[in-house]
């Protein structure tokens, strides 16, 4: 058996009816050129001969002197795991949608390894879907986006095992049964992690307690302002998602000076403060995001390796020039502090510094003093054509969590040319999630319109108007021109 970190375990004790910490990825396929009627059911003719599940595929839950270790299942029955499903005719998008958002509301059995694949055809053009969902006590979004791209094959020719029957990585209990530690190994390695933890803990808990000026743009926990995605939450769930062109968030980067994952974050910030003004219950303070912070290009580890940052979304600034600067400015300053540390000292300080929340979602203070408004993850993904059995990839969308007091949450990924927005919410909380996709595109227009950016590709026609460089802080915005639809192919996923 092997230990679960107390991150990893985390989401195990965490877990509710109301708040499954499952997340899950939705995909959506063209069969290749010439595929008849039973393309998918001979693809899972052939998944189902590969009957024996591969780490981290294998492993269930188990507790043990209140600690949690994972056990390999050894009566593993792929029966269970895999499902095929279809939707009714005609098969439109929202109704693969909204059995999306039923499926992600529904607890794993955790006496079973916690992943399940769902197969869904019935699309137009004998498109089909796939729905992975994956326990978060498993893999974090990073992990879990790797692990389903190299599931797949760079050609249309070539043929790869299920995802469950691969090998992806030499998992910690093979590391430490070939390497075997004694006691006094296994004690220097807990003090040298010691020296990274406990200033970690101390500089999340400073965090909590050291006030911010007035004017600055770093954020502290507890300064998000009440809104209605900080309620108490049901178990079911609502899920919209749309694509759009990486390249005009390149743009878009490139004449305001910012990153492409800030650019991000101020477009989130355009929609939910429209969504946020259509619903009389923007705030006067500016909202809150926690953002996850991948630490695996510093460790070999597996499981949940993150950090997090607070980024002021700048909500209450109507312009949306420097709504960016704004944000631009308070990530710029978190990540220059997590920078100055090691790993565990950055996963200790992430952890710490929203240590409070256990604490205010028991006693309901969540709801009036919320830690953070939300949660915007944005996780990279391949960046070339992906097939599976030959049928092309066409669409990648996250499907994330939420919880109590954290109703809303938004996870972006990258496949390609495209982003794919992934919005998830508690259903009975959030009404009318599917206008967060018009918000998304109106603020996607707002920048392009604001810095005079006429076209949605990467180079503007040659008669249009010189796009002006960013003064974010200078001058106001321009009065917003018409601009063209945001809507980037494929435009399918509204729902």
């Known amino acids: 058996m092997q230990a679960l970190s107390p991150?990893?375990?985390?989401?195990?004790?965490?877990?509710?009816?109301?708040?499954?910490?499952?997340?899950?990825?939705?995909?959506?396929?063209?069969?290749?050129?010439?595929?008849?009627?039973d393309f998918v059911s001979s693809l899972l003719a052939q998944w189902g001969k590969h009957l024996k599940a591969t780490a981290p595929?294998?492993?269930?839950?188990?507790?043990?002197?209140?600690l949690w270790f994972w056990e390999e299942d050894a009566e593993f029955e792929l029966d269970y795991h895999l499902r095929h499903l279809a939707l009714p005719q005609?098969?439109?998008?929202?109704?693969?949608?909204?059995?999306?958002?039923?499926l992600h509301g529904n607890l794993m059995d955790r006496s079973r390894p916690l992943w399940e694949i769902y197969v869904i055809e019935g699309l137009p053009g004998g498109r089909f879907a796939t729905y992975i969902k994956i326990h978060h006590a498993l893999v974090d979004g990073v992990t879990g986006a790797k692990i389903m791209a190299k599931g797949l094959a760079l050609t249309p020719d070539e043929q790869k095992p299920p995802l469950w029957a691969q090998t992806y990585f030499k998992s910690a209990s093979t590391q430490r049964a070939s390497a075997p530690q004694g006691l006094l190994q296994q004690l220097g390695s807990v003090a040298r992690a010691g020296r990274d933890i406990v200033p970690g803990i101390g500089s999340g808990l400073w965090d909590m307690v050291k006030a911010s000026k007035a004017d600055s743009v770093s954020v502290r926990p507890f300064q998000a302002p009440p809104t209605p995605f900080n309620v108490e939450i049901s178990g079911s769930r609502r899920f919209a998602s749309q694509s759009y062109s990486l390249a005009r968030f390149k743009r878009i980067g490139e004449m305001a000076g910012a990153t492409v994952n800030d650019v991000t974050l101020a477009i989130c910030a355009g929609a939910l403060r429209k969504y946020l003004e259509a619903h009389n219950a923007l705030p006067a303070k500016p909202l809150i995001a926690m953002v996850p912070v991948s630490l695996?290009?510093?460790?070999?580890?597996?499981?949940?390796?993150?950090?997090?940052?607070?980024?002021?979304?700048?909500?209450d600034v109507r312009d949306p020039l420097k709504r960016l600067q704004r944000i631009v400015q308070s990530t710029s300053e978190a990540k220059a502090r997590l920078s100055t540390m090691p790993r565990l000292q950055k996963m200790a300080h992430g952890v710490t510094?929203?240590?409070?929340?256990?604490?205010?979602?028991?006693?309901g203070s969540a709801k009036e003093h919320p830690l953070f408004n939300l949660v915007i993850s944005n996780v990279p993904g391949s960046?070339?054509?992906?097939?599976?059995?030959?049928?092309?990839?066409?669409?990648?969308?996250?499907?994330?969590?939420?919880?109590?007091?954290?109703?809303?949450?938004?996870?972006?990924?990258?496949?390609?040319?495209?982003?794919?927005?992934?919005?998830?919410?508690?259903?009975?909380?959030l009404p009318n999630l599917q206008r967060m996709l018009d918000y998304t595109d109106s603020a996607i227009q707002e920048l392009e319109a604001a810095l005079n950016i006429e076209s949605a590709s990467p180079v503007a026609p040659r008669n249009a108007a010189k796009p002006r460089k960013a003064v974010l802080a200078k001058s106001p915005a321009p009065k917003p021109a018409?601009?063209?639809?945001?809507?980037?192919?494929?435009v399918t996923t509204r729902a």
């Open 353 to 363: 510094s929203i240590s409070p929340m256990g604490a205010s979602i028991v006693t």
């Open 57 to 66: 595929f294998n492993v269930r839950p188990v507790l043990r002197l209140g």
């Open 482 to 490: 018409k601009a063209k639809s945001a809507t980037a192919k494929p």
């Open 383 to 429: 960046k070339t054509d992906l097939y599976l059995n030959g049928a092309r990839l066409d669409e990648v969308y996250p499907v994330s969590i939420v919880t109590h007091y954290q109703a809303l949450n938004i996870t972006i990924s990258g496949y390609g040319d495209n982003l794919g927005f992934g919005y998830i919410a508690c259903r009975r909380s």
């Open 296 to 315: 695996h290009g510093e460790s070999e580890g597996g499981g949940n390796q993150v950090s997090l940052l607070l980024a002021n979304l700048a909500t």
């Open 90 to 102: 005609p098969g439109r998008i929202r109704e693969l949608l909204a059995m999306v958002s039923r």
């Open 7 to 37: 991150t990893d375990s985390a989401f195990l004790w965490m877990e509710t009816r109301s708040q499954p910490m499952h997340v899950a990825g939705f995909n959506i396929y063209t069969p290749p050129k010439g595929a008849g009627p």
